[in-house]
């Protein structure tokens, strides 16, 4: 009969606990709709496979630099060649990130997080490896227009020496 009341009351236990993840993620998705969607699918833009290339960069850095290009006006002001991927600017943004590294780059990877007001931050890691060349470097990801003028994207970039 103990056996009985012990399992009885694990079950009890489970299923509160179950029901209570449930609330905790109906609470959570609440939040989230309250504060306004940040979840934001961005692809990257690339020129690969075009006779196309990037050019009329100022001179770069390893802080990089961010321009955000909103028409065909402003990216042709950033590429060089007459054949590129077609971008609907009323519907997307263009992030240009491009900067330089004192040593060749072993690892680069970037993530787009979007901010609550609607604008957007462009995080950059780059790995460098033993190589004593200096190389450039290009990031350029769409993302959702940006509902107000006013906002603003930001680049963080991160240099890791692999030493």
């Not at 606990?17 to 309250?34: I, R, V």
């Not at 001179?59 to 002001?77: H, M, P, T, W």
């Not at 060649?81 to 009323?90: H, K, L, N, R, V």
């Not at 003028?149 to 240099?159: H, K």
Request: glycine fraction near 8%; aromatic fraction near 10%.
């Amino acid at each position: 009969m103990k056996k009985y009341w012990i399992l009885l009351l694990a079950g009890a236990v489970m299923l509160a606990l179950s029901m209570g993840c449930d609330n905790n993620q109906k609470d959570s998705e609440e939040l989230k709709e309250s504060q306004g969607d940040t979840e934001s699918s961005f692809v990257e833009y690339s020129l690969q496979g075009t006779p196309s290339q990037w050019t009329n960069f100022e001179d770069g850095d390893e802080d990089g630099k961010l321009v955000v290009i909103n028409s065909d006006a402003e990216l042709n002001e950033y590429i060089d060649g007459e054949t590129y991927p077609a971008i609907d600017f009323s519907k997307k943004t263009l992030l240009l990130a491009y900067g330089l590294t004192h040593r060749g780059i072993g690892v680069f990877s970037y993530d787009c997080i979007p901010s609550l007001t609607g604008g957007y931050k462009l995080k950059i890691e780059i790995t460098l490896d033993d190589t004593t060349v200096v190389e450039d470097w290009v990031c350029s990801i769409l993302v959702d227009k940006f509902l107000n003028p006013e906002n603003n994207a930001t680049l963080n970039v991160t240099i890791i020496n692999n030493e």
